[in-house]
């Protein structure tokens, strides 16, 4: 009885950190099946983190949201910008680059930003987009809790 307890715990042991490996890092995938091998092809050619075109885009997007719905907070410039990570969840996923960093707002205050620049999600698909959230003026709660939703 002991032996049988014993030899079930270890095998669900296994199972479990090989799907922890599995989830937590890259995981081997066979060349057909990557992004690249697709009828449309995902290179990863996507802009890096503090790349002005991204962080022109975020700006825009953040600055007309605001104004629209939720009032005077505008963005100025951004800080500490750095990648978190670069196709994490494998080769076969749609390519995206994780960044965060700090966004100073016109009241004076910095906030934290997450935000991932993802390819071919763009206009008809042709060009990357950018996906972000603001600690604190995640209104609606998209990423919640805190916008750890938006980091990998």
Do not use: K
């Not at 969840?89 to 680059?97: A, L, Q, S, T, V």
């Not at 009241?107 to 600690?135: A, K, P």
């Amino acid at each position: 009885m002991r032996r049988a307890l014993l030899r079930t715990a270890l095998v669900s042991l296994v199972c479990l950190t090989g799907l922890a490996a599995e989830a937590g890092g890259r995981r081997g995938v066979h060349p057909a099946d990557r992004a690249e091998a697709r009828f449309h092809p995902m290179y990863g050619n996507i802009p890096a983190c503090d790349d002005p075109a991204v962080l022109g885009e975020m700006t825009s997007w953040f600055n007309s949201r605001e104004s629209r719905f939720w009032g005077p907070l505008r963005a100025l410039s951004y800080d500490r910008v750095a990648e978190t990570g670069f196709r994490p969840w494998g080769d076969d996923f749609i390519p995206r680059r994780f960044c965060s960093g700090r966004i100073l707002l016109n009241n004076g205050v910095y906030h934290r930003v997450d935000y991932s620049v993802r390819e071919n999600l763009g206009l008809f698909g042709l060009t990357w987009n950018v996906n972000w959230c603001v600690s604190g003026l995640d209104r609606l709660r998209s990423y919640a809790p805190d916008c750890q939703m938006a980091r990998p």
